[in-house]
């Protein structure tokens, strides 16, 4: 089982900057992708933005240019740089990983228990 703990969030003004982290623990046997996902009220849960553990990077229109993701492989932790905040970015967000673990050598998503972000106008 993975396990991630997500920190950061909280209330911003459009055009502030927020972060967010989220590291994973468990019985970790390779993490392929992290990232994280949004859901806004009533709406579909859609990406943010991910990372591959080689570093390549996949971001809708919707952010580019204003969030950036990065992430420590040897700590198993991403993070989510968002900058120029739109009150369009409110929702929860979700960190995500795919990984295996020594108990299971085929690959799950795994996600966290999500974290606000309000951008007040």
């Known amino acids: 089982q993975v396990h991630l703990t997500e920190s950061g969030g909280g209330l911003a003004q459009a055009g502030g900057s927020l972060k967010l982290s989220c590291a994973a623990s468990?019985?970790?046997?390779?993490?392929?992708?992290m990232g994280w996902y949004r859901q806004a009220p009533g709406k579909q849960r859609d990406l943010v933005a991910i990372?591959?553990?080689?570093?390549?990077?996949t971001l809708p229109d919707s952010v580019k240019g204003r969030f950036t993701i990065s992430r420590d492989n040897a700590k198993n932790t991403v993070h989510l740089q968002m900058s120029s905040l739109k009150p369009d970015d409110t929702a929860v967000y979700y960190c995500?990983?795919?990984?295996?673990?020594?108990?299971?050598?085929?690959?799950?998503?795994?996600w966290g228990q999500g974290t606000q972000v309000t951008v007040s106008s």
């Open positions: 468990g019985s970790i046997s390779s993490i392929t992708t």
């Open positions: 995500y990983c795919n990984a295996r673990t020594t108990y299971y050598p085929r690959p799950y998503d795994y």
């Open positions: 990372i591959s553990n080689t570093g390549r990077t």
